[in-house]
Antibody
């Protein structure tokens, strides 16, 4: 079965760091493009970051560029999001989502992990 | 950056047809995707590339895209269709995924 399971969320202080992980099963992260999408409480969906199937193509939203880093762990078949210099407005549910091959829509989503940034 | 505009809410009576618009500059030249999200759940893809349906999705869900507006249409609306709906495109100018602000569909 194709499945995405996010972990690593929790409480962080402003200016702090967290590392999210998305465990992938049912396919290889080397074969599909992956994204992180977040949703602040009561708000809409916001795309955060993308990593290509080869790992060389990486894009970020303007709101997280230079603070967040997306990466892959091929050995663990996972996708990670290192979040630094966290701000209160980074508080959200973070979803991992897959682009199917040669496509730019998200066909598989995880259930999400919650990040709260507060002192 | 590219902007997608959706009305905050749409209301429809059961059994009627709901139309949810998504506006964007020359959006007809892009592939538009739609997601349904129910409270406390992850989004679910309902339409991809303007009008294609994932396998298993009811034919009541359809989509169109032309000019500056893409539209998600839900026929014979049921209470279970009540949810937030988001449109999405890939903006090749910025290499960004772009979501609309979302539309809450209320079934009266």
């Amino acid at each position: 079965d194709v499945q995405l399971v996010e972990s690593g969320g929790g409480l962080a202080q402003p200016g702090g760091s967290l590392r999210l992980s998305c465990a992938v099963s049912g396919f290889s992260v080397t074969s599909f493009e992956m994204n992180w999408v977040r949703q602040a409480p009561g708000k809409g969906l916001e795309w955060v970051a993308y990593i290509g199937s080869g790992g060389g193509k990486i894009f970020y939203s303007d709101s997280v560029k230079d603070r967040f880093t997306i990466s892959r762990d091929i050995g663990n078949n996972s996708v990670n999001l290192q979040m630094n210099s966290l701000r209160a407005d980074d508080s959200a549910v973070y979803y991992c989502a897959r682009f199917p091959m040669v496509s730019d829509y998200m066909d598989v989503w995880g259930k999400g992990t919650t990040v709260t940034v507060s002192s | 950056s590219y902007v997608l505009t959706q009305p905050p809410s749409v209301s429809v009576a059961p059994g009627r047809t709901a139309s949810i618009p998504c506006g964007g500059n020359n959006i007809g030249s892009k592939g538009v995707h739609w997601y349904q999200q129910k409270p406390g759940q992850a989004p679910v893809l309902v339409i991809f590339y303007d009008s294609d349906r994932p396998s298993g999705l009811p034919e009541r869900f359809s989509g169109s895209n032309s000019g500056n507006t893409a539209t998600l249409t839900i026929s014979r609306v049921e209470a279970g269709d009540e949810a937030d709906y988001y449109c999405q495109v890939w903006d090749s100018n910025s290499d960004h995924v772009v979501f609309g602000g979302g539309t809450k569909l209320t079934v009266l």
